[in-house]
């Protein structure tokens, strides 16, 4: 099916480990994002792409780095992880930027001991 | 700056009756709003959104949405809710500059038999 598919589903992290998370979708879109979600705030924009090779910071970039090397693909870096790191991350991709809304992957759940 | 506002935290319904949920909205231009479910260990899912025209929106899963711009509100209505709508649900805006929603803080609904 298409969509927007999240790799890993679950992770835990030790303090100070890095890890990427992978975001890919079929759909041909040009803008990907990536937003945090905490309980009792909603979800917060992270970093967002509006197309190859470009990456621009959102709401809560800090800790956090992206890369866009295919148009396909979405990558969210933790290069040093933290304990305030812990959060079900979402990416999402849209077409016409955003206008028609957002097509979501159904999420990875960090925990950061 | 833009910001989106849901004040209820959670709502509890019984089968069958009315839903009104709740969402301010703070921009300075003609808005784009947006509402998405989540269910349980999901994704988001597009209910319906609102650009301009009609000031009443029909969604998915017989959801509607009113917009009205002298309260600066959107609020999602359903005339009879079913077990099945219990989930969490997001009012969202368009930043256009970013081309990035941002999401309210959410409303959790739980129907009761």
């Known amino acids: 099916n298409a969509g927007v598919t999240q790799t890993p589903k679950f992770r835990v992290l030790k303090t100070g480990q890095s890890m990427t998370l992978l975001c890919a979708q079929d759909m041909n879109h040009e803008y990907m994002y990536w937003y945090r979600q905490d309980p009792g705030m909603g979800l917060r924009l992270i970093h967002y792409s509006v197309g190859e090779g470009t990456t621009a910071k959102g709401e809560v970039p800090d800790g956090y780095n992206v890369s866009r090397l295919k148009k396909q693909n979405f990558l969210l870096g933790l290069e040093s992880a933290a304990p305030s790191q812990t959060s079900v991350y979402f990416c999402?991709?849209?077409?016409?930027?955003?206008?028609?809304?957002?097509?979501f992957g159904s999420g990875t759940r960090l925990t950061v001991v | 700056a833009q910001s989106v506002t849901q004040p209820d935290i959670h709502i509890t319904v019984s089968e069958g009756a009315s839903l009104e949920l709740r969402c301010n909205y703070s921009?300075?231009?003609?808005?784009?709003l947006f509402w998405y479910v989540q269910s349980p260990g999901q994704g988001l899912q597009l209910l319906l959104k609102y650009f301009s025209g009609d000031t009443l929106v029909q969604g998915i899963k017989g959801f509607e949405a009113e917009f009205k711009r002298s309260q600066s509100s959107f609020n999602l209505r359903k005339p009879s809710v079913h077990w099945s709508d219990a989930a969490e649900y997001f009012c969202?805006?368009?930043?256009?500059?970013?081309?990035?929603?941002?999401f309210g803080s959410g409303t959790r609904l739980q129907v009761q038999p």
């Open positions: 999402a991709s849209s077409d016409a930027g955003g206008l028609y809304g957002y097509t």
């Open positions: 969202a805006l368009l930043d256009t500059g970013r081309r990035a929603l941002t």
């Open positions: 921009y300075g231009a003609t808005p784009y």
